[in-house]
């Protein structure tokens, strides 16, 4: 059974960091593309960022780039999204995807599978 299981969500102030984490299990992943996607209240989800297993493709939404860093763990199956600079406008349920498509084919529709989303929020 796939799972996606996000961490590392909270409160923080506008200019402050968080670290979000996702554990991957039960499947190989290794040739997945790995994403974060975020939702805020009233709004449609949306594509922050993704990244594949190799590292060597990146790619981030526009609201995010410079502030925001996608990375990965080989080793411990897991993905992880560091942002940095944090707006209230970031405020959101973030959450950890994975796709089976490979990195030319992957779209924002593409994602197979889900976690459950951690809450992000920036007070002013």
């Known amino acids: 059974q796939v799972q996606l299981v996000e961490s590392g969500g909270g409160l923080v102030q506008a200019g402050g960091s968080l670290r979000l984490s996702c554990a991957a299990s039960?499947?190989?992943?290794?040739?997945?593309?790995m994403g974060w996607f975020r939702q805020a209240p009233g709004k449609e989800r949306e594509f922050v960022a993704a990244?594949?297993?190799?590292?060597?493709?990146?790619r981030y939404a526009d609201s995010v780039k410079g502030r925001f860093t996608i990375s990965k763990d080989y080793a411990k199956n897991a993905v992880y999204l560091q942002l940095n600079s944090l707006k209230p406008e970031d405020t959101a349920v973030y959450y950890c995807?994975?796709?089976?498509?490979?990195?030319?084919?992957?779209?924002?529709?593409?994602?197979?599978?889900w976690g459950q989303g951690t809450q992000v929020t920036v007070s002013s």
């Open positions: 995807a994975a796709d089976i498509s490979p990195w030319s084919k992957s779209r924002d529709n593409t994602y197979d599978y």
């Open positions: 039960g499947r190989p992943f290794r040739t997945d593309v």
């Open positions: 990244i594949t297993w190799s590292g060597a493709n990146t």
